[in-house]
């Protein structure tokens, strides 16, 4: 059997150790959590080397590419080094095929032309917000709002560009926690109201679900949430604000959509590879294992999800 680790700078509630079957193989897929601890992160690595099929970092991006750039994050280079002799991916390359796949799915249902989307953070999911801009979505991309707390939206693919080849230089040799919640931060939901301007304009939230979660206003009535790596609580917590729909663009296992960085450790391993697939790869995988967005209507879901 196929064993898959994710290795977290999450919180441990979120962990998980499960067996499931993916392209006809048993895999059996571990999260362990970290609650934001870099050391206790690399000590875990240094332990699986060797040892398991592949690593996925979770609750950290290993990079970000931004059309044909990628912006490598320091703290997760490192953490990635301490592992040379296994596979180690963070989902970023299979959410650049999975989430253009998934935005296509998904135009029967929510009709893309006009709608209004806030992505929370597009540089991560560049792929997501391009498919959406070419299918004439009305998008508004929160990245210095949500990340820096610069009180700014950007309307456009082209100034979303031009920002990351000015900004992610710099940022990705900061503390990876500066830009994102790591460890408890991820329970915490902000409260002031801040962000409900974003929210209340939008249709659709995409994007990150800890940066949805915690600037999360007291009410999403009506809306749909377009994210991944929700648990039971998550889905509960989106009932409660009246949210009116929960999509995921990878599969739900015992309740909880798995995360791409797990998923992408999957499918290295599937294939025996040393390191990440090509893009191409990663779609014919992902047309194989039959792999398409998740809906779940809020009103009528069972309290499992």
């Known amino acids: 059997m196929l064993h898959v680790v994710s290795v977290s700078l999450g919180s441990t509630t979120r962990d998980t150790d499960q067996v499931v079957e993916l ?3 048993q895999v ?38 931004v059309r044909d750039r990628r912006y490598t994050f320091r703290d997760a280079r490192r953490l990635a080094n301490l592992a040379p002799n296994t596979p180690v991916v963070c989902g970023s390359g299979l959410k650049n095929s999975l989430e253009r796949m998934a935005v296509r799915a998904l135009d029967p249902l929510l ?51 031009a920002l990351a080849r ?8 900061l503390p990876f926690r500066w830009i994102y919640p790591v460890g408890a931060a991820q329970e915490r939901v902000s409260s002031g109201g801040r962000f409900d301007r974003y929210y209340d304009w939008a249709e659709v939230v995409a994007g990150d679900w800890h940066y949805i979660r ?12 377009l994210t991944n790596t929700t648990t039971v609580d998550d889905v509960a917590f989106l009932r409660d604000r009246g949210a009116a729909r929960l999509v995921t663009t990878t599969p739900r296992f015992a309740g909880r959509s798995v995360g791409t960085n797990l998923l992408e450790a999957a499918f290295v391993a599937l294939e025996g ?6 893009a191409t790869r990663y779609g014919e995988l992902v047309e194989r294992a039959g792999i398409v967005p998740t809906v779940m209507e809020l009103a009528s879901a069972g309290p499992n999800g």
Request: glycine share 12%; no cysteine; aromatic share 4%.
């Open 273 to 278: 590879a040393r390191g990440e697939l090509p």
């Open 166 to 173: 000015t900004l992610l230089p710099v940022l990705v040799r």
């Open 214 to 225: 915690r600037h999360a206003p007291a009410r999403l009535d009506g809306k749909t949430i």
């Open 23 to 25: 392209l006809g193989r």
């Open 111 to 161: 009709s893309w032309q006009g709608r209004k989307v806030l992505m929370v953070s597009a540089v991560d999911r560049f792929g997501m917000a391009e498919e959406l801009s070419l299918r004439g979505a009305d998008l508004r991309f929160g990245d210095l709002a949500f990340a820096l707390g610069i009180p700014m939206d950007v309307r456009s693919i082209r100034t979303l560009d």
């Open 28 to 65: 059996r897929i571990e999260r362990r959590g970290t609650a934001g601890d870099l050391r206790a992160a690399g000590a875990i690595m240094a332990e699986l080397d060797g040892r398991v099929d592949a690593i996925g970092l979770g609750g950290i991006d290993l990079y970000v590419q």
